[in-house]
């Protein structure tokens, strides 16, 4: 598809359209040279596409692809919630996958090798092992130099949040000009989820005169986000963990795999089966779901642990046959199960996570030394027994990273704040979400205070993790204009091994 200054759709996968708008990579200084951001569009059923409103959606990230999100699931998901009346716009944002500049950094190399790298690095650390603590750092840091040398001389510093969002307002007035309207009076109309309410908030702080309709859902705090510590995002995950023991007890021995007697029980085993897996990996030599002799570890399952987090609905039965296969307490141990997951579970674009993070956090916390790096580990470990090793290295990757975004695209997290939006966003967060607390929600909607906060009595990342008629209820009602009474909490019909969470 051509890309083009106006918006220009093109029929595309059989049933959506799309289109590329070439946009300036500073647009205070339009001289600097342009990019091409990538759209797709699922039509409106009800109204004519032309002339249905466009809710433009983001997956989270950063580095999630907004395009392959509405051409699988998430396409369905979001309709079912907003219902027929809306054109849903994905979109790639700067550095994402159809869309520009190439954050590559290992340009020139097979796939092999980024996919190898990542496999070495994307796994959480062993912080008993001196070993893995310092291998971790040393890596980060030859990470850091290898991209800032790959992308001295290019765009790359030009693919942050704070241009995404100037990217959304963009389009908002390009779709409103090919509609025959005005663009200085187009309004934004979003929906974010995880790090897509980052964008969303920075997007309404940025221009709180042009929100239509904004959603934030699984939300970030984005003053600890721009700050680069994600120092606040754990407090919840062992609540989360908790809440796998006592689901696994509620659904009793025929449904839940790893069950005993109590919940602390089953999360007792849990522990000693993790801490097996430390003094003894597990081979692995089915070749259903190996091509070679391979360890199952103790990184693998704690990487896991945190993965089934994410979708409890889907995945807690899945970890419980894990844990009940590599335990060893009726039949030998056995990798397979968590072998399988793994190999099911969705990678994330490691290239374009760390670079977008660390662009938006300019530098701002530097772990420059090994004595901060285990100083920040400790840290991190106070705030959660289960997940600290899988997530504590997030901050890492900026290490030693020296791309930096002009100062015209530096945002600040304590400026995500707004006394007015032209109309009132509207935040969701679950009542147990391992990445995203319910108190970050509060803390971001207290910044915008004419917002509303609606809870969703849930386990698991973002209200989309889990149906709730409830909250499908309100946030159709809230596109047609109409806010949730204040203090709203939404029960949903999900129940973890009972029902699986599918739409």
């Not at 934004?188 to 709180?208: C, D, K, M, R």
């Not at 945190?306 to 419980?320: G, R």
């Not at 290295?393 to 900026?398: E, N």
Request: aromatic share 12%.
């Amino acid at each position: 598809i051509t890309p083009s200054t106006d918006l220009h759709w093109t029929p595309c996968y059989d049933n959506f359209t799309c289109a590329r708008l070439t946009v300036p990579l500073d647009y205070t200084d339009p001289s600097i040279g342009t990019v091409a951001v990538a759209y797709i569009r699922k039509a409106s059923t009800s109204k004519p596409i032309d002339s249905a409103e466009s809710i433009m959606f983001n997956p989270g990230g950063p580095g999630d692809s907004g395009i392959d999100a509405i051409l699988s699931d998430y396409g369905n998901m979001i309709a079912s919630y907003i219902g027929p009346d809306y054109n849903i716009i994905g979109f790639d944002p700067r550095g994402v996958n159809n869309t520009g500049p190439d954050f590559d950094c290992f340009r020139g190399s097979p796939p092999s090798v980024a996919a190898e790298f990542a496999r070495r690095f994307q796994r959480p650390i062993d912080s008993k092992s001196k070993d893995s603590i310092a291998d971790i750092f040393e890596l980060s840091g030859g990470f850091g130099d290898w991209c800032s040398h790959v992308h001295a001389n290019d765009s790359v510093k030009y693919a942050n949040t704070p241009a995404v969002a100037r990217d959304m307002l963009n389009f908002a007035e390009k779709n409103a000009e090919a509609q025959g309207k005005k663009a200085a009076e187009a309004k934004v109309w979003y929906w974010g989820i995880s790090y897509g309410s980052v964008l969303g908030a920075t997007f309404s702080a940025l221009f709180p005169d042009r929100v239509g309709r904004v959603v934030l859902d699984g939300v970030m705090d984005a003053e600890d986000y721009y700050r680069g510590t994600w120092k606040t995002a754990l407090v919840d995950s062992d609540k989360a963990v908790q809440a796998f023991g006592q689901a696994c007890h509620n659904a009793g021995p025929g449904r839940c795999a790893f069950y005993f007697n109590t919940p602390d029980t089953i999360l007792a085993n849990m522990r000693i089966v993790l801490e097996s897996m430390r003094k003894q990996p597990v081979v692995v030599t089915d070749p259903v779901v190996t091509d070679s002799p391979r360890l199952a570890t103790y990184e693998d399952l704690t990487f896991m642990v945190a993965s089934a987090l994410y979708t409890p609905y889907q995945y807690f039965p899945v970890l419980a046959q894990i844990f009940s296969d590599l335990s060893g307490f009726q039949a030998p141990r056995n990798g397979s199960s968590l072998f399988q997951a793994l190999a099911s579970d969705p990678q994330t674009a490691y290239g374009t996570f760390a670079t977008i993070g660390c662009l938006d956090a300019a530098g701002r916390y530097n772990l420059s030394s090994i004595a901060k790096w285990e100083a920040h580990i400790a840290e991190v470990q106070k705030t959660t027994e289960w997940v600290s090793e899988t997530f504590v290295s997030a901050p890492l990757l900026c290490r030693q990273m020296s791309i930096v975004p002009p100062k015209s695209q530096q945002f600040h997290g304590e400026e995500a704040v707004a006394s007015r939006t032209s109309f009132p966003i509207l935040f969701i967060g679950n009542t147990i979400d391992l990445v995203t607390p319910h108190r970050s929600a509060q803390k971001m909607s207290d910044q915008f205070p004419s917002s509303v906060l609606l809870t969703q009595k849930s386990v698991g990342h973002t209200s989309l993790s889990s149906w709730s008629r409830c909250t499908a209820k309100y946030v159709r009602a809230y596109f047609r204009g109409t806010l949730p009474p204040m203090n709203t909490t939404c029960e949903v019909e999900t129940i973890p091994f009972f029902t699986d969470g599918a739409f």
